[in-house]
Protein backbone atom coordinates (compact mmCIF):
# COMPACT_ATOMS: atom_id res chain seq x y z
CA UNK A 1 0.00 0.00 0.00
CA UNK A 2 1.18 3.64 0.06
CA UNK A 3 2.00 5.20 2.96
CA UNK A 4 3.45 8.79 4.72
CA UNK A 5 5.08 8.92 8.21
CA UNK A 6 5.87 11.67 9.54
CA UNK A 7 5.96 12.70 13.75
CA UNK A 8 2.72 14.06 15.16
CA UNK A 9 4.27 16.78 16.81
CA UNK A 10 7.62 18.80 17.32
CA UNK A 11 8.46 21.37 19.85
CA UNK A 12 11.49 23.78 18.96
CA UNK A 13 12.83 27.26 20.67
CA UNK A 14 12.71 30.33 18.48
CA UNK A 15 15.90 30.92 16.53
CA UNK A 16 16.80 27.35 16.77
CA UNK A 17 16.85 24.80 13.63
CA UNK A 18 14.52 22.06 13.10
CA UNK A 19 14.17 18.96 11.22
CA UNK A 20 11.11 17.41 10.57
CA UNK A 21 11.43 14.14 8.94
CA UNK A 22 8.87 11.86 6.25
CA UNK A 23 9.45 8.56 4.76
CA UNK A 24 7.41 7.00 2.05
CA UNK A 25 5.82 4.35 0.38
CA UNK A 26 4.30 4.95 -3.41
CA UNK A 27 3.03 2.79 -6.25
CA UNK A 28 5.46 4.99 -8.28
CA UNK A 29 7.38 8.02 -7.60
CA UNK A 30 7.16 11.73 -9.18
CA UNK A 31 8.25 13.88 -6.48
CA UNK A 32 7.73 14.87 -2.76
CA UNK A 33 6.36 18.11 -1.69
CA UNK A 34 6.07 19.83 1.41
CA UNK A 35 3.64 22.27 2.47
CA UNK A 36 2.91 24.69 5.44
CA UNK A 37 -0.38 25.19 7.17
CA UNK A 38 -1.44 27.40 9.98
CA UNK A 39 -4.21 26.80 12.06
CA UNK A 40 -7.87 27.28 10.12
CA UNK A 41 -6.05 27.92 6.76
CA UNK A 42 -5.43 26.26 3.81
CA UNK A 43 -2.27 24.47 3.02
CA UNK A 44 0.60 26.57 0.74
CA UNK A 45 3.65 25.06 -1.07
CA UNK A 46 7.04 25.34 0.52
CA UNK A 47 9.15 22.47 -1.71
CA UNK A 48 9.57 20.50 -4.33
CA UNK A 49 11.81 17.57 -4.48
CA UNK A 50 12.37 14.96 -7.60
CA UNK A 51 15.95 14.73 -7.42
CA UNK A 52 18.45 13.20 -4.81
CA UNK A 53 19.72 15.89 -2.70
CA UNK A 54 19.17 19.19 -1.10
CA UNK A 55 17.21 21.88 -2.06
CA UNK A 56 17.62 25.28 -0.10
CA UNK A 57 15.12 28.45 -0.34
CA UNK A 58 15.99 30.90 2.40
CA UNK A 59 15.40 29.85 6.03
CA UNK A 60 13.92 26.63 4.47
CA UNK A 61 15.74 23.37 2.78
CA UNK A 62 14.08 20.31 1.49
CA UNK A 63 16.10 17.43 1.39
CA UNK A 64 15.32 14.06 -0.30
CA UNK A 65 16.81 10.52 -0.75
CA UNK A 66 15.08 8.20 -3.18
CA UNK A 67 16.76 5.30 -2.56
CA UNK A 68 16.16 5.55 1.57
CA UNK A 69 12.28 6.78 0.18
CA UNK A 70 13.06 9.98 2.87
CA UNK A 71 12.80 13.29 3.59
CA UNK A 72 13.48 16.24 5.53
CA UNK A 73 12.12 20.01 6.08
CA UNK A 74 14.64 21.79 7.79
CA UNK A 75 13.98 25.28 9.17
CA UNK A 76 16.85 27.58 10.41
CA UNK A 77 16.73 30.32 12.71
CA UNK A 78 12.59 29.54 14.01
CA UNK A 79 10.34 33.02 14.12
CA UNK A 80 7.15 32.38 16.19
CA UNK A 81 5.38 32.72 12.57
CA UNK A 82 6.69 29.22 11.85
CA UNK A 83 4.57 27.58 14.55
CA UNK A 84 1.93 25.79 12.08
CA UNK A 85 1.50 22.20 10.48
CA UNK A 86 4.22 21.03 7.81
CA UNK A 87 2.47 18.29 5.57
CA UNK A 88 4.51 16.04 3.57
CA UNK A 89 3.04 14.79 0.07
CA UNK A 90 4.64 12.26 -2.35
CA UNK A 91 3.49 11.99 -5.72
CA UNK A 92 2.61 8.25 -7.08
CA UNK A 93 2.90 6.67 -10.65
CA UNK A 94 -0.63 8.61 -11.40
CA UNK A 95 0.48 12.52 -10.07
CA UNK A 96 -1.31 11.74 -7.40
CA UNK A 97 -0.15 13.23 -4.09
CA UNK A 98 -0.60 10.99 -0.63
CA UNK A 99 -0.34 12.89 1.89
CA UNK A 100 1.04 12.52 5.58
CA UNK A 101 -1.10 13.38 8.29
CA UNK A 102 1.31 16.50 9.56
CA UNK A 103 4.14 17.60 12.10
CA UNK A 104 2.13 20.07 14.46
CA UNK A 105 5.56 22.13 14.88
CA UNK A 106 5.07 23.89 18.42
CA UNK A 107 7.60 26.94 18.47
CA UNK A 108 8.61 28.51 22.26
CA UNK A 109 10.54 31.80 22.92
CA UNK B 1 -4.85 37.53 -9.10
CA UNK B 2 -7.92 35.59 -6.71
CA UNK B 3 -6.14 32.60 -7.66
CA UNK B 4 -8.67 30.16 -6.16
CA UNK B 5 -11.67 30.63 -4.56
CA UNK B 6 -14.44 28.57 -2.40
CA UNK B 7 -18.41 29.01 -1.20
CA UNK B 8 -19.39 29.05 1.27
CA UNK B 9 -16.78 29.59 4.14
CA UNK B 10 -19.00 27.50 6.03
CA UNK B 11 -22.33 25.70 6.08
CA UNK B 12 -24.59 23.79 8.29
CA UNK B 13 -26.40 21.12 6.85
CA UNK B 14 -29.13 18.81 7.76
CA UNK B 15 -28.51 14.99 7.47
CA UNK B 16 -30.41 13.90 4.27
CA UNK B 17 -30.39 17.14 2.29
CA UNK B 18 -27.84 17.51 -0.65
CA UNK B 19 -25.58 20.78 -0.70
CA UNK B 20 -23.07 22.01 -3.99
CA UNK B 21 -19.67 23.13 -2.95
CA UNK B 22 -18.40 25.30 -5.27
CA UNK B 23 -14.66 26.27 -6.45
CA UNK B 24 -13.52 28.17 -8.88
CA UNK B 25 -9.98 29.17 -10.15
CA UNK B 26 -8.47 31.98 -12.47
CA UNK B 27 -4.86 30.70 -12.81
CA UNK B 28 -6.41 28.65 -16.01
CA UNK B 29 -4.81 25.23 -14.44
CA UNK B 30 -5.92 22.08 -16.20
CA UNK B 31 -6.35 20.04 -12.60
CA UNK B 32 -9.01 20.43 -10.43
CA UNK B 33 -8.91 18.72 -7.07
CA UNK B 34 -11.57 17.96 -3.83
CA UNK B 35 -9.87 17.02 -0.58
CA UNK B 36 -11.35 16.52 2.90
CA UNK B 37 -9.17 17.17 5.75
CA UNK B 38 -10.00 15.64 9.28
CA UNK B 39 -7.78 15.97 12.53
CA UNK B 40 -5.41 13.39 12.98
CA UNK B 41 -6.07 11.83 8.77
CA UNK B 42 -4.53 14.37 7.08
CA UNK B 43 -5.89 15.37 3.63
CA UNK B 44 -7.84 12.46 1.49
CA UNK B 45 -8.59 13.17 -2.18
CA UNK B 46 -12.18 13.13 -2.94
CA UNK B 47 -12.62 13.48 -6.63
CA UNK B 48 -10.46 14.72 -9.32
CA UNK B 49 -10.22 16.47 -12.85
CA UNK B 50 -7.14 16.46 -14.31
CA UNK B 51 -8.71 18.43 -17.53
CA UNK B 52 -12.24 19.74 -18.60
CA UNK B 53 -14.66 17.49 -19.65
CA UNK B 54 -12.84 14.41 -17.74
CA UNK B 55 -12.93 13.55 -13.97
CA UNK B 56 -11.52 10.79 -11.48
CA UNK B 57 -12.19 9.10 -7.80
CA UNK B 58 -9.91 9.75 -5.39
CA UNK B 59 -9.23 7.53 -2.26
CA UNK B 60 -12.83 8.91 -0.72
CA UNK B 61 -15.31 9.12 -3.48
CA UNK B 62 -18.86 7.53 -1.80
CA UNK B 63 -21.74 9.83 -1.64
CA UNK B 64 -19.58 12.76 -3.29
CA UNK B 65 -20.01 13.62 -7.06
CA UNK B 66 -18.01 16.17 -9.24
CA UNK B 67 -18.56 17.90 -12.85
CA UNK B 68 -16.11 19.41 -14.88
CA UNK B 69 -17.84 21.76 -17.43
CA UNK B 70 -14.91 24.00 -17.94
CA UNK B 71 -11.61 25.04 -16.87
CA UNK B 72 -12.20 27.10 -14.32
CA UNK B 73 -15.01 26.04 -11.85
CA UNK B 74 -15.21 22.10 -10.30
CA UNK B 75 -18.28 21.84 -8.03
CA UNK B 76 -18.48 18.85 -5.66
CA UNK B 77 -22.02 17.82 -4.39
CA UNK B 78 -23.25 15.61 -1.25
CA UNK B 79 -26.57 14.21 -2.71
CA UNK B 80 -27.91 13.13 0.83
CA UNK B 81 -25.21 14.49 3.57
CA UNK B 82 -24.42 12.22 6.60
CA UNK B 83 -22.98 13.27 9.89
CA UNK B 84 -19.36 11.41 8.83
CA UNK B 85 -19.80 14.05 5.90
CA UNK B 86 -18.73 16.60 8.57
CA UNK B 87 -15.50 17.96 7.93
CA UNK B 88 -13.21 20.54 6.22
CA UNK B 89 -13.03 20.75 2.49
CA UNK B 90 -10.12 22.33 0.15
CA UNK B 91 -10.28 22.30 -3.44
CA UNK B 92 -6.93 22.95 -4.89
CA UNK B 93 -5.69 23.30 -8.68
CA UNK B 94 -2.20 23.05 -11.00
CA UNK B 95 -1.23 23.83 -14.24
CA UNK B 96 0.09 19.76 -14.95
CA UNK B 97 -0.81 16.59 -12.70
CA UNK B 98 2.99 16.99 -12.07
CA UNK B 99 2.99 20.28 -10.39
CA UNK B 100 3.05 21.71 -6.82
CA UNK B 101 -1.13 21.87 -5.91
CA UNK B 102 -2.20 25.62 -4.82
CA UNK B 103 -5.32 25.29 -2.74
CA UNK B 104 -8.69 27.43 -2.01
CA UNK B 105 -9.65 28.58 1.30
CA UNK B 106 -11.57 25.42 2.47
CA UNK B 107 -15.33 25.47 3.22
CA UNK B 108 -16.26 23.91 6.81
CA UNK B 109 -18.91 21.74 6.80
CA UNK B 110 -21.02 20.45 9.39
CA UNK B 111 -24.13 17.40 8.96
CA UNK B 112 -25.83 17.20 11.46
Known amino acids: GQNIDQPTEMTATEGAIVQINCTYQTSGFNGLFWYQQHAGEAPTFLSYNVLDGLEEKGRFSSFLSRSKGYSYLLLKELQMKDSASYLC??????????WGAGTKLIIKP | TAGITQAPTSQILAAGRSMTLRCTQD?????MYWYRQDLGLGLRLIHYSNTAGTTGKGEVPDGYSVSRANTDDFPLTLASAVPSQTSVYFCASSDTTSGGQFFGPGTRLTVL
Open chain 1, 89 to 98: AASDSNYQLI
Open chain 2, 27 to 31: MRHNA
